[in-house]
């Protein structure tokens, strides 16, 4: 148990969301609370719950915490490829430590309505960042048209991949799938 020490804001703030994606990891949800998560990351109770209001807020968080650092938007050049990298780097870590920690939280949500109600927030602003960050390249050189920018043809790629897993119960797809995916939707819908 790591020694208790003086941090504050975001120092403090990253040591709690990587307690609690330990935490995640190793116990999953049902095993998460707040206690244990403020022994791992060696502060008090009273330093989670002024970030996170109860346990669903924090393991959301945690999971976005540890998605967005590992999924950063690629810069290629070329808006096609900047979109096959990204959703060829979200195929590849369905086996991530965060894409395990996700699915625990998912498997928490029929026996808890305001994890349900974090998750559906989360998944309406969840990978949002990075495929901007690519369309704003992409808008910039002429590749995309400005009107792309909103969030949900942004992400329709991304949307198009989770339906991949989620109804063919699959835990990666096909390359030849993620290509088509963007030659056959994402291009022909946000390009200029």
């Given amino acids: 148990m790591p020694e208790r020490t ?5 120092e403090l703030e990253d040591a709690i969301l990587r307690a609690a994606a330990d935490e995640l990891a190793e116990s999953g949800y049902p095993g998460l609370t707040m206690e244990r998560v403020a022994q791992r990351a060696g502060t ?9 209001p109860n346990r669903a807020a924090l ?4 999971y976005r915490h540890l998605a967005e650092a590992k999924l950063s938007p690629p810069d290629t050049g070329e808006l096609r490829e900047d979109a096959l990298t990204l959703l060829r780097a979200i195929n590849c870590g369905q086996s991530s430590p965060a894409a395990r ?6 498997t928490g949500v029929g026996d808890e ?10 998944a309406a602003e969840g990978g949002t960042k990075p495929w901007l960050a690519i369309l704003e390249k992409a808008i910039a050189r002429g590749e995309a048209r400005p009107e792309a920018r909103h969030p949900r043809v942004a992400t329709v790629a991304l949307v198009l991949l989770r339906n991949e897993y ?15 995916i963007v030659d056959e939707v994402y291009l022909p819908l946000v390009r200029a």
């Fill in 59 to 62: 393991g959301v968080a945690a």
């Fill in 166 to 180: 989620l109804t063919r119960g699959l835990t990666t797809v096909d390359d030849a799938v993620l290509v088509e």
């Fill in 113 to 122: 309505p305001e994890l349900r109600r974090q998750l559906h927030e989360q």
């Fill in 44 to 52: 008090n109770k009273n330093a989670l719950y002024r970030r996170w």
């Fill in 101 to 106: 920690i996700l699915h625990g939280l998912l």
């Fill in 6 to 10: 003086r941090r504050r804001g975001a």
